[in-house]
């Protein structure tokens, strides 16, 4: 099996700064794309970054600029480094990585729990 678990949600005022982080641990080959998602109360989950193995980064256009997805492919961790922040980016946030595991053939993917960020205004 394999598990993600997200950290560093909170409570930030609006132009704060919030770091999140997702680690993947379990029977883990390699970890293809990693991503980040975010639901708001009411709204549809909605990509806010990916991040490949190698490197390239793709952004929802709400966050390009302030937001930066970068990954540790030693510890099969993902980060999200998350500036100027504003009202309308509270949401739960969840990651997600394509795995190949080590047990099982095939590309698999797996979603974190979520972890919350507020932003008061």
């Known amino acids: 099996q394999v598990h993600l678990v997200e950290s560093g949600g909170g409570l930030v005022q609006a132009g704060g700064t919030l770091r999140l982080s997702c680690a993947a641990t379990?029977?883990?080959?390699?970890?293809?794309?990693m991503g980040w998602y975010r639901q708001a109360p009411g709204k549809q989950r909605e990509l806010v970054a990916t991040?490949?193995?190698?490197?390239?980064?793709n952004y929802a256009d709400s966050v390009k600029g302030r937001f930066t997805i970068s990954r540790d492919n030693a510890k099969n961790t993902v980060y999200l480094q998350m500036n100027s922040l504003k009202p309308e980016d509270a949401a739960v946030y969840y990651c997600?990585?394509?795995?190949?595991?080590?047990?099982?053939?095939?590309?698999?993917?797996?979603w974190g729990q979520g972890t919350q960020v507020t932003v008061s205004s």
């Open positions: 997600n990585a394509y795995t190949m595991r080590t047990t099982m053939s095939g590309l698999w993917l797996y």
């Open positions: 991040i490949t193995m190698s490197g390239s980064r």
């Open positions: 379990g029977s883990i080959s390699s970890i293809n794309t």
